[in-house]
């Protein structure tokens, strides 16, 4: 999900919001490599839209060479970047196969951050007990 997002931001980011895949690649690697920031903001976005698929909902296109952003593609990212409060895009449809998806957004579950600071413990208890397993084997 994180990296449909990075994508679109690329791709906004460039004249006509076309990349080349040399580019994104190398955009992708340094944003990749900036820090936590980067993956936050990104995963802020990415839950306003949670069943965002930036092809099948037509919001990128495969041209030869690279990908284009759409117009669909910055109508929806403009909603991710706005402000949640934002009563005029919350009515507003984006395109009609995320609308529902949009709808569920304005109403989150509330089970999902304990799912998702559960499954974080989890993958940290993983890693510990992987790291103290190195570590046995090592002496």
Known sequence: MNFQVTV???LVSYPDGFAVMEDLKRD????????????????RLAARVPELDIFSH????RVSGGWQVTSKGRAVLE???A????????????????????AATQFPA????VDR??????????????RERARANAS
Do not use: Y
């Not at 395109?95 to 529902?100: D, K, N, W």
């Not at 509330?110 to 951050?113: D, G, I």
């Open 110 to 113: 509330l089970r999902q951050p």
């Open 79 to 81: 909603f991710m970047e």
């Open 117 to 130: 600071a559960k499954r974080r413990r989890e993958r940290r208890e993983r890693r510990r007990d992987a």
């Open 8 to 10: 679109l931001k690329i």
């Open 58 to 61: 037509g919001l990128v296109e």
């Open 83 to 102: 402000p949640p409060a934002a009563p005029e895009l919350a009515q507003a449809p984006l395109i009609p196969e995320t609308t529902a998806a949009v």
């Open 28 to 43: 992708m690697a340094i944003l990749a490599t900036s820090g936590r920031e980067w993956a936050d903001r990104t995963k």
